[in-house]
């Protein structure tokens, strides 16, 4: 086992080197380049060499000990955290795809008899594919200008939108009137309730006149404005009918008169409902951003503070606390006294100081201040377990056999502590997703440049109107909390020793 994972390591840290010499931007081994050039090359040697130390020095003939097999066996059979662990072992799966999944960059293009792969590759400029300038080429218009023309074609992701910092083109409806007088949408049926307006055709963004309509008829204040921006006219209709009109300007009303203007029309974006058509399968948010593609992306984002969170905190807290345990004494007092200072700090303020220091501090930061308050659960446990294990006769034999200190913890006392480690891993990864959710709800997380769940939950709260906003970040978070506590439950009821232990 050792060493098949000894194996995967050092092939994940070869190839992450390997495909950023050839800038193949190749899915979940580019995020180890994502900052720095020497983070990234640090991070793949040191990934490759644990890997290489485990592969050749890992033990051949790892057995898990018949306990612990048994415990396993446990698990598989707690059908509900079972099945839980695999639906989150698939979403981690889909999440490490990334922009083969969700993501504004093709992922095949053909034009002019040759092949194009962007999505692992660096930025191709627009002029590459017959358009103008050196930016990035837009692939969603240029696989409408291919399929018109004929000259191409092009594949998109399942979800061609960016998690962030890419929103759609402002989408209109035209309002027509029914025979029955009632407006609708074209293509509609329903009558139409909500605003429409008419703009100006030489200002497209400007409006000339605004209208409330409630089941198809007019009913609400109407306005109207010039050119300028300027209000030249008021009104009042109910049920179709007007009840009164106002002119503010008469010479501006002149003026407006003259120009021509748009149909009736209806603004539908920002935010846009769900619609299969334009592939916003979850509709977008007041920013046009798509919230499928947001979800997707504060769910790698939230991986990746996992990963950091509990490298970080089981390090400290594990090693720490079995330190606390074995060795007792003085040591012990003074790290329990440290331990008592640091956890009397109030953690939100700690972060909203930090916050008013540094404006939406970056992710590694904001897992730092996690990191820095999370590891002292952890030491109590492994403290009281390392207690109890290093007065057993095993330890005693070990040392009278002449094992040393390092061998006796890592090799004796924390192999039979492990299933704390286990048991509290779920319920941490619940504690980092509720506290980064937390914060970006609360406005003191994460930049804007990241997808944030708490940020679209708290933009969905003040968006009602619009309930697919809430409603799509409300079953993400709850979903994935759900299965992470089945499994927590599952784990903690496999690894209870009361199963395994017979009393006499």
């Known amino acids: 086992m050792f060493r098949k994972l000894g194996y995967g390591l050092a092939a994940i840290g070869a190839l992450a080197m390997l495909f950023h010499l050839l800038e193949i931007r190749f899915p979940t081994l580019k995020w180890f380049f994502a900052g720095s050039e020497g983070f990234g090359w640090t991070v793949c040697g040191l990934v490759t060499a644990t890997g290489l130390a485990l592969a050749i020095f890992g033990p051949r003939d790892f057995q898990f000990s018949p306990q612990t097999a048994r415990q396993m066996a446990r698990f598989r059979s707690i059908r509900r955290g079972y099945v839980s662990l695999w639906l989150l072992v698939a979403l981690v799966v889909l ?15 053909r034009y002019d008899g040759h092949w194009f792969f962007p999505a692992l590759s660096d930025p191709i400029p627009a002029s590459t594919f017959g358009g103008e300038g050196d930016g990035e080429t837009d692939y969603r218009a240029l696989q409408q200008r291919l399929a018109a023309d004929g000259g191409g074609w092009v594949l998109m992701p399942p979800v061609p939108w960016d998690p962030t910092l890419d929103s759609d083109a402002e989408q209109v409806a035209r309002l027509v009137q029914g025979a029955d007088g009632l407006y609708r949408e074209e293509g509609q049926s329903r009558p139409y309730s909500g605003l429409a307006s008419i703009f100006f055709e030489a200002s497209p963004e400007m409006k000339r006149q605004e209208w409330r309509f409630r089941k198809g008829l007019k009913d609400g204040p109407m306005e109207g404005w010039d050119l300028q921006g300027n209000r030249v006219e008021k009104g009042l209709w109910k049920a179709g009918a007007e009840v009164s009109r106002e002119t503010v300007d008469a010479a501006g009303l002149e003026r407006a008169d003259g120009e021509k203007l748009s149909p009736l029309t209806v603004v539908l974006y920002p935010p846009v409902r769900p619609s299969w058509e334009d592939r916003h399968f979850l509709g977008t948010d007041t920013g046009g951003n798509d919230i499928l593609a947001q979800l997707f992306g504060g769910w790698q984002i939230l991986l990746q ?54 404006e939406r501090p970056p992710m590694p930061v904001l897992v730092g201040v996690l990191c820095l308050f999370s590891w002292i659960g952890m030491t109590y446990y492994l403290r009281t377990a390392t207690y109890r294990e290093k007065a057993r006769d095993y330890v005693a034999a070990a040392r009278l056999m002449g094992a040393g200190t390092g061998r006796v913890i890592f ?39 990241y997808p944030s769940w708490g940020r679209l939950l708290s933009e969905g709260a003040d968006n009602l109107s619009a309930p697919w906003i809430v409603s799509g970040a409300f079953a993400g978070t709850v979903i994935v909390l759900v299965l992470v506590t089945f499994v927590g439950e599952a784990v903690r009821e496999a690894f209870d020793p009361k199963k395994f232990t017979t009393y006499k």
């Open 95 to 109: 999440a490490m795809l990334d922009n083969l999944v969700v993501g504004k960059r093709a992922l095949v293009v």
């Open 305 to 358: 503070a996992n990963v950091i969170y509990l490298i970080v905190t089981y390090a400290i807290g594990v090693s720490l606390g079995c330190a606390m345990g074995y060795f007792g004494g003085k040591f012990d007092i003074v790290v329990q006294r440290f331990i008592e200072i640091l956890s009397n700090l109030p953690f939100l303020y700690v972060v909203i100081i930090i916050a008013s220091v540094i």
């Open 411 to 449: 090799k004796h006392i924390l192999p039979n502590t492990i299933a704390i480690v286990v048991t509290l891993l779920p319920f941490s990864v619940t504690a980092v997703i509720g506290s980064l959710t937390a914060l970006d709800y609360l406005g003191f997380g994460l930049p804007l440049e």
